[in-house]
């Protein structure tokens, strides 16, 4: 054990900061009106990115789909999951994709020297396209009645115009359910620190993401806590939800993302559900607006 826990903080000490933020912009829209306090919280088709043990309480086949549109509508991305549950197992299947269709492509009058206002001023030459492409498996196992254990193994493909990247990681998650309405749920997302290796032979590597959390279920009414300890110097991330159901047709939420406020609703008729969030942050502290497009949705067979 000692050997593996070596073997963990060498990758870590050598992976780099805010690589992997591509891959943190959330898969569910029921999860932006919860404040993203997912960790511990099975609710749709999203399940196994936040926390891959999560597949395992899934009892029928899913299909998902999810649609956002970020930074004032500048950053899309879309996510389609398939989750097939057996009796103590569980597998997943999901794409997430990331589109930012008008990056402004610029060059400089002299490549040699440095960019500068005066001397060497960046010229516009046209607008490109960029997009990431994830692939994600899953599986999931009860290790005991009350412990579950899962594994995402993904596949990344990153396109910035001139240059290309592929890459590999993994993410690996427990949940405990001590009483059966209360779940606890832990997660790293990118432990082998994924690296990505670029067509200028650059290789960058992905900071582990570590993530705990508990829900508890009060009939109708549903409360999340996350945390995301800071490996860096910035503070916490403690992501907050609530939820209260009418009678298993229509769903109410509220929470804080970040420290920002956050609500949504969702509509469920027999095997089919709908979802709709908001979030009130503005991103990177710029005057880019908040997104009011996040939507997702489901079928259970």
Sequence with gaps: ????LILFIFFFLFSQEYVGEFEELGTSA??????QAMVALKKDGSSFYYNP???????KRE?????????????????????LPKEKYAFGFS???????????????NPNLPPNEETNKPIFVKNVFAYDLIFYSNFATFLKDFLLFGL?????????????GFGCGADIGFSLIPTQNLLLG????????SPILWSDKKVERIKPNLAVGISKNFGSLTIAYENEPSLNKLPDNNNFGLEYKIKDLVS???????RCFSFGFGITYRSIYLDYGYETKKYLDSDLPSSILKISGGVKF
Excluded: A
């Excluded at 832990?186 to 620190?193: A, S, V």
């Design 252 to 258: 109410f939420r509220m929470g804080f993302y970040h």
């Design 152 to 164: 995402n193994i993904k596949l990344i493909y990153r396109n910035i115009y001139l240059h290309y």
């Design 1 to 4: 054990m000692k050997r593996y």
């Design 53 to 59: 043990s999560l597949t395992c309480l899934h009892k």
């Design 95 to 109: 794409l997430y994709i990331n589109l930012i269709p008008n990056v402004p492509y610029c060059s400089l009058p």
């Design 30 to 35: 029921l999860g932006v009106g919860l404040g």
């Design 63 to 83: 299909f998902y789909f999810y649609h956002s549109e970020n930074y004032g509508g500048q950053f899309r991305n879309e996510y389609f999951s398939l989750i």
């Design 186 to 193: 832990l997660r790293i997302r990118n432990f082998t620190t």
